[in-house]
């Protein structure tokens, strides 16, 4: 309700905020975990696309959006799924990655630090800075390209149940920092 009250202040029209819900949601879900700076929420309409056939079940797909056209487009395309006979899935990697670019000094400098890389020693460094970053990303594998001066490193993580775009550049961030 403050942050509200002084950032009304400072809008060119400070009944702006008036229509935005803020009371009765439980806001420990968010702080400190998904949402800075919280000065309320805003309720989002759920259309629903199916029936899907997957794997054999048939399943109904919840799509929360203000994208127009989403759904129905995305209803479409299970129809299309369905009347081929429905499609089959199975996993073949699981994991979320960042891949960025590390510019050393020079060719040979780069190499060493590759092989520190994907050696255990540098793994278990890089992992130990990782994880700690974290409660749920974890980091499962490094992979290490090199062309002349520039590495180009491969993070792959789990990210629990989350999809964790987030959690990885922190995560990898922070891990860069032990390159120093």
């Known amino acids: 309700s403050i942050r509200r009250q002084m950032l009304a202040k400072k809008l060119v029209q400070p009944t702006a905020l008036q229509h935005l819900p803020y009371e009765h949601y439980d806001y420990s879900m ?88 994907e050696g255990p020693e540098g793994y278990n460094v890089m992992k130990e800075a990782f994880d700690s970053t974290s409660r749920f990303a974890r980091l499962e594998r490094i992979q290490v390209s090199l062309a002349g001066r520039n590495l180009y490193i491969r993070f792959q993580c789990k990210t629990g149940d989350a999809m964790g775009m987030n959690m990885i550049s922190k995560g990898t961030e922070h891990a860069l920092k032990r390159l120093h």
């Open 30 to 117: 968010v702080m400190g975990a998904c949402c800075e700076n919280v000065i309320g929420y805003m309720p989002i309409p759920v259309g629903v696309a199916g029936p899907l056939l997957l794997d054999n079940r048939e399943f109904q797909v919840p799509l929360a959006t203000t994208e127009g056209c989403l759904v129905a487009s995305t209803n479409r395309g299970c129809r299309a799924v369905f009347l081929g006979g429905g499609a089959s899935s199975c996993v073949v990697a699981d994991g979320m990655t960042r891949g960025p670019v590390v510019r050393l000094p020079n060719a040979c400098h780069a190499a060493e630090v590759k092989e520190w890389l």
